[in-house]
């Protein structure tokens, strides 16, 4: 019964962060021409695929932690960089037109670094994209209700602790693939707006337990206790 339940919960997260991919992706701007950059662009497949019919003539920049990933992005013409989303990145201030960022933030422990960096780095009027997982989700309300750690939350580098329902496990995890940082709508909103991103459009995807089409009704009526957040916030011309 374990098995299959976790099974479960390993489908529908699954098809959550399909549907959390396609909403993010909605949310870029069309575009004759814009320069790009994916942080945690991984092999680039899903930074080509989210702009591919929305900017006609994209020049897109990477940075991910993973040398191997790196020249595979590489090798689908994406000018990607191993780099630590910790550190500051490598380019001059107000280069790109537009930042994405899907299921990085949670990783992070210096988020105030990473933002400031994101600042640095937009063009005036440029806009960031992001999305992570919900603390305030209903499975993770749930889990804490029980005593277990939540289903967003890893604290063991050897093995999965704290939840015997979470569908995969972190043993023996790098420090990079954990999640240290998981937000609420409202604190990811409070943390953007500390570094003078002003957020226009938040989304969300996921809704557990329940399947699609369900699932993306209930992200949409009560996008706090989702099992994905996202925003869209924007570099004022004036900062």
Avoid at 121 to 135: D, R
Wanted: proline share 5%; aromatic share 10%.
């Amino acid at each position: 019964m374990k098995v299959l339940l976790k099974n479960y919960l390993w489908k529908i997260w699954l098809q959550a962060a399909q549907d959390n991919n396609a909403r993010l992706a909605s949310l870029v701007e069309a575009a004759k021409a814009a320069t790009l950059l994916d942080l945690g662009c991984d092999d680039g497949v899903v930074a080509l695929e989210r702009v591919k019919d929305k900017i006609t003539n994209p020049l897109i920049y990477g940075l991910d932690v993973s040398p191997q990933k790196v020249r595979l992005a590489r090798k689908r013409g994406i000018k990607a960089t191993v780099a630590n989303l910790e550190h500051p990145f490598p380019f001059a201030n107000n280069t790109f037109d537009l930042l994405t960022a899907n299921q990085i933030i949670e990783h992070l422990v210096n988020v105030d670094g990473f933002l400031k960096e994101v600042h640095r780095v937009l063009k005036p009027g440029g806009y960031l994209i992001l999305s992570t997982e919900n603390l305030s989700s209903w499975h993770n309300i749930v889990a804490l209700l029980f005593g277990w750690q939540a289903f967003s939350q890893h604290i063991s580098l050897v093995r999965n602790v704290g939840n015997p329902l979470r569908p995969f496990g972190y043993g023996k995890s790098k420090p990079q693939g954990m999640h240290v940082r998981i937000f609420t709508p409202r604190g990811l909103r409070e943390m953007l707006e500390i570094y003078r991103l002003v957020v226009e459009r938040t989304f969300a995807a996921g809704y557990y337990p329940f399947p699609p089409p369900v699932s993306g009704l209930f992200s949409v009526v009560d996008r706090v206790h989702a099992a994905f957040i996202g925003v869209k916030a924007r570099k004022t011309a004036n900062v």
